[in-house]
């Protein structure tokens, strides 16, 4: 929760600390004829200049509305530092404000959500907040100000970002004359506003009544839809300026967009692409690389010189990368493989930035020049936990082909379910073209069954026993790994077994790509994750390679969406570097970077209905 009062603090100190301050100094000066007090302050006391010890101290030698002034303002300092221990220690000194001005309630109030709130006790803040008197808060703009961040910090904390907007949106208004403060609730305004779905931002802009509203809705819809381009963007900016001119955004854009102009200067100029060309997956991505960088070119002119080197039968990367390098390249895009990820990885020092096409075996990235992204099943795999989870399942199964490749998978899946708190409670293999019937019958306890049957058959002194096999009945999912030819027919296998009805979930590789109805009906009920670029066509670049490209499989389509990305990328990665974005929509998916430079990707969700893959809007996708 520390990121919460880092949010917030900038304009807590820069404006409502100092304003505390004076304000304090004014109510010392009224309140000076006080009776029943037994100490003052000394005279040349400054609460502006003082200590958070000596404002306790101060707090202590001193009673009723000066004590309590005193030691809100040390409260309010030991939050800011992050004390919260001491802070909470304090605060419990406050006692009997119903009996001070309203003023100091009001400060109180504020305190505790803020307590609340960097404590993780988010419903709690929310809780004060929405008890905390408005009405008293309207002829003091400096509480209202400061009440108003703190609600709308509170709201996003708690992912309801449309409430937060509305918070900010009045803050803004409050602080239409203020240039400077301005620029720290439009950061806000921009933070909540991106955050809302594609969903959420349609849903706010038929409800959006106000000018302010509207305007901040259209700079967020052409902000996303050109978010393929910063040229786009910034063209697009510009328009929107002379549009909405009355805007306050248009006057004092939010950073994230003040930035875009010097991004786009500080953008790579040559970059150098290490592909292995012979292989299908090489020729796919450049395939997307170049779709995207044509894409770009017809945009602007401004695109960056691009040197292409064929790493296929490498198996050490130096020489290549060396020569990348001396090309002049300011950006190495690649490699692909796995090995020579792991050669660079272990590189104290990468001379260039580098965005590396696989992820290295170690996650200990010590040159920050390396970047890594790729097609991960982990992040699949966390993705279809994650809906397993949310849609009320327990106890899992698992059903993966037999080999030491998917054995690792299976122990991913395995560790991020028991991470949450979920339970394995059988698993099956296949390999080959074995008989998927013995497959479901050790997952389901089926054979077990049997058995008894057998043995109650040989008991029994007549030859004929009737019998009807019994499944387990503590599986909640199953989650598949397998190509659509297994899962054609592992999934009707289930329902001949009496596992029809168990929701089953799937990694991209159940599904080809390919619109084939007919030979999907066997896979109906199925969820899984995708790449946007399979499932969605709300990417300009997909109607127009439709044409230039060959028709390919899902395999083949995913990598071209690789390629595709790791060119939007290439201005990005200084946007991901310095925070100014969290995440990016792109082909195969929606992108974000953790501290260690590993790029991930969060899929769209899809299942099968009627043979057809559909997308899903709600986690709960594989419920009946």
């Known amino acids: 929760m520390k990121l919460a009062s880092m949010r917030l603090a900038p304009l807590f100190l820069a404006s409502v600390s100092k304003a505390r301050l004076i304000l304090l100094v004014i109510l010392l000066q009224s309140c000076g004829s006080t009776t029943n007090t037994p100490e003052q302050p000394a005279p040349d006391f400054d609460p502006q200049g003082a200590s958070i010890d000596e404002l306790l101290r101060a707090a ?11 030691r809100v303002l040390a409260l309010e300092a030991l939050i800011e530092e992050g004390n919260l221990d001491r802070a909470a220690r304090q605060r419990a000194l406050l006692n009997n404000l119903a009996n001070y001005p309203e003023h100091l309630q009001l400060r109180a109030s ?87 779905s594609l969903i959420q931002l349609n849903n706010f802009a038929n409800t959006a009544d106000s000018y302010q509203s509207r305007g901040w809705v259209e700079l967020a819809r052409i902000v996303t839809s050109e978010a393929h381009s910063i040229r786009s963007q910034l063209d697009a900016i510009t328009q929107w300026q002379r ?41 796919a991505i450049q395939e997307g690389f170049l779709s995207a960088y044509y894409a770009a070119l017809d945009v602007s002119r401004d695109v960056p010189k691009i040197s292409v080197f064929d790493s296929s039968n490498q198996t050490t990367i130096y020489a290549i990368y060396d020569a990348a390098v001396a090309s002049g390249a300011d950006l190495i895009i690649g490699p692909l493989y796995k090995q020579l990820v792991n050669q660079l990885q272990q590189l104290d020092e990468l001379p260039v930035p580098t965005l590396a096409l696989n992820y290295a075996d170690e996650n200990n990235n010590s040159s920050p020049n390396l970047t890594q992204f790729g097609l991960a099943p982990e992040d699949e795999i966390e993705q279809a936990v994650e809906l397993a989870w949310q849609a009320g399942h327990r106890n899992a199964a698992i059903i993966t082909p037999q080999s030491s490749d998917y054995d690792r998978l299976q122990q991913v899946f395995v560790n991020s379910w028991a991470g949450r708190g979920g339970n394995l409670v059988s698993q099956s293999t296949f390999s080959g073209n074995n008989d998927y019937a013995d497959v479901i019958k050790r997952l389901m306890a089926i054979d077990s069954s049997e058995s008894r049957r057998d043995r109650i058959v040989q008991l029994l002194p007549r030859t004929s026993v009737e019998f009807t096999p019994r499944r387990r009945g503590d599986i909640d999912f199953i989650f598949l790994i397998a190509n659509p030819r297994e899962g054609r027919q592992i999934k009707p296998s289930l329902a001949f077994y009496f596992a029809g009805d168990i929701p089953v979930y799937a990694l991209p590789s159940i599904y080809d790509g390919l619109d084939n109805q007919s030979a999907n009906q066997d896979l109906n009920g199925i969820v899984f994750t995708d790449a946007p670029w399979i499932l969605a066509n709300y990417d300009p670049l997909k109607s127009n390679t439709a044409s230039s490209l060959r028709p390919a499989s899902g395999p083949v389509q995913r990598f071209r969406a690789m390629g595709i990305d790791s060119f939007r990328l290439y201005s990005r990665l200084q946007q991901f570097d310095e925070e100014d974005i969290t995440s990016l929509r792109g082909a195969t998916g929606m992108l974000s970077m953790d501290d260690s430079g590993r790029i991930h990707r969060r899929l769209e969700v899809a299942r099968f209905v009627d043979g057809k893959a559909i997308l899903q809007e709600s986690p709960d996708a594989a419920s009946d």
């Open 110 to 196: 504020l305190l505790d959500a803020r307590l609340a709130l960097n404590a993780d006790r988010i419903e709690d803040a929310l809780a004060i907040l929405s008890a905390t008197d408005i009405a008293g808060l309207e002829s003091r703009p400096e509480l209202l100000q400061e009440y108003l961040l703190l609600l709308g910090g509170t709201y996003q904390e708690n992912e309801q970002y449309e409430d937060a907007l509305s918070a900010y949106l009045r803050l803004g208004n409050a602080n239409e004359n203020n240039p400077k403060a301005n620029l720290s609730v439009h950061n806000e305004i921009w933070d909540a506003i991106n955050s809302f």
């Open 243 to 283: 549009i909405w001119s009355q805007h306050p955004a248009a006057q004092q854009l939010p950073l994230q967009l003040e930035k875009l102009a010097h991004t786009w200067e500080q953008r790579p100029k040559h970059i150098a692409l290490i592909l292995p060309l012979q292989d299908s997956a090489g020729r």
């Open 60 to 70: 202590d030698n001193t009673a009723g509305v000066e004590s309590a002034e005193l």
